[in-house]
């Protein structure tokens, strides 16, 4: 992150909140903002807000990101997570191992809808043992169903892959799987 100044966070908010795309992430401008409302000059979120032409409570949910957990700062700053709304949603779970549980669930979801972390904050709560006993009993006799964990890394690309051949993600993992036994059984033959 660059050194602050007065005009470098200023030039910050001017020039990534009057666009429609952003150059810098969330939590530069948060920073940018911090900075400005801990100057004398200005000295509160209302007076850095008249001097950039927004609202108090935009600069307060800019503001917000520096008060969750250092995890998702990380992801606010790596643009994983990259929308006002989304922090805003975040940042109303007060518990901070849920708010961690739900930006992780997020930024791995498909979707970067904050309509969706509506959806992630419902299920917030059901333990992952929870959720495998709800599927293993609502599924129909004979369909067998595998719970695999991966890692970020492999899960992005699955789902990276899946979208490029427009496909669902499970029908791309049965298919490498499916792949992967042909070959190993032509390999066995052998």
Not at 30 to 37: F, G, N, P, Q, T
Not at 56 to 66: C, D, S, V
Not at 107 to 113: G, T, Y
Not at 132 to 140: T, W
Request: hydrophobic fraction near 45%; glycine fraction near 2%; include cysteine.
């Amino acid at each position: 992150m660059k050194a602050l100044d007065e005009d470098t966070a200023l030039s910050i908010l001017f020039a990534n909140t009057k666009r429609k795309r952003r150059i810098e992430d969330l939590f530069t401008i948060a920073k940018a903002c911090e900075y400005l409302v801990s100057l004398k000059k200005y000295g509160s979120q209302r007076a850095v807000a008249e001097k950039v032409g927004l609202s108090a409570e935009m600069i307060r949910q800019f503001l917000t990101i520096l008060k969750l957990p250092k995890k998702i700062q990380k992801l606010v700053a790596q643009r994983k997570i990259d929308s006002v709304d989304i922090v805003k949603e975040i940042a109303a779970i007060k518990d901070s191992s849920k708010q961690i549980a739900v930006a992780s669930a997020f930024v791995n979801s498909l979707s970067k809808d904050a309509r969706d972390i509506k959806r992630l904050l419902k299920n917030a709560d059901l333990a992952i043992g929870d959720a495998k006993k709800i599927v293993l009993d609502a599924k129909p006799k004979g369909l067998h169903i595998f719970v695999m964990d991966f890692e970020d890394e492999i899960y992005r690309a699955i789902m990276g892959y899946s979208k490029s051949f427009k496909m669902k993600p499970a029908e791309l993992v049965r298919e490498i799987v499916t792949d992967w036994l042909k070959r190993k059984t032509r390999t066995n033959k052998k």
